[in-house]
């Protein structure tokens, strides 16, 4: 009976080891995914979590609320006609930098309304949900809202410039046409 007894509990040690090596697999696992997927997004997220499983946490959430909604690329006429409706705001910043930074960020947001993005008034919002899909570029979105509530005092024109500089980019990314994704 003795030796029963140490064989149950080797067994149950064993299982134990087994339950703990396939949990840290599977963590190990989902941390590669988030990194890749989400890139230096990924870093920032970890930078501003108060532990790395938050952080990664608020990553798959966000995956999990992209994939809820339908996310569509732009057809080549609207491709077309924002870009036209891009240089006239952008032609506009030279007279009303302000206005054309705010016309900017609108057009944004109707790019993603049409791409199939949630669009409520919450840019930190937009930029989670941009940030699934776009990573590289969604911290160039977040620092223009950035830069467009800086805009007043000494440096309030070049806040403007860099946040319409952000914005260009982003909007760049938004309405390029969908790369095939290799897996």
Do not use: C
């Amino acid at each position: 009976m003795d030796t029963w007894v140490w064989i149950v509990i080797a067994a149950v040690a064993a299982a134990v080891l087994v339950l703990l090596l396939a949990t840290w697999a599977a963590e190990r696992r989902r941390r590669v995914h988030l990194q890749e997927r989400f890139g230096s997004e990924y870093d920032r997220a970890v930078a501003d979590a108060r532990r790395r499983r938050d952080a990664e946490r608020e990553l798959a959430e966000r995956e999990e609320r992209r994939e809820r909604l339908d996310v569509r690329p732009l057809s080549s006429a609207a491709r077309e006609r924002y870009r036209e409706e891009w240089g006239d705001v952008q032609a506009r910043f030279v007279d009303d930098p302000e206005g054309a930074v705010r016309q900017a960020d609108g057009l944004l947001v109707r790019v993603l309304e049409e791409r199939g993005y949630d669009v409520d008034d919450d840019p930190a919002r937009r930029a989670a949900d941009v940030s699934v899909d776009h990573p590289e570029v969604v911290q160039r979105y977040r620092h223009g809202h950035d830069m467009l509530q800086a805009r007043h005092g000494d440096d309030g024109t070049e806040n403007l410039r860099k946040a319409m500089v952000d914005f260009r980019a982003t909007f760049e990314e938004l309405i390029e046409e969908e790369r095939p994704v290799t897996a």
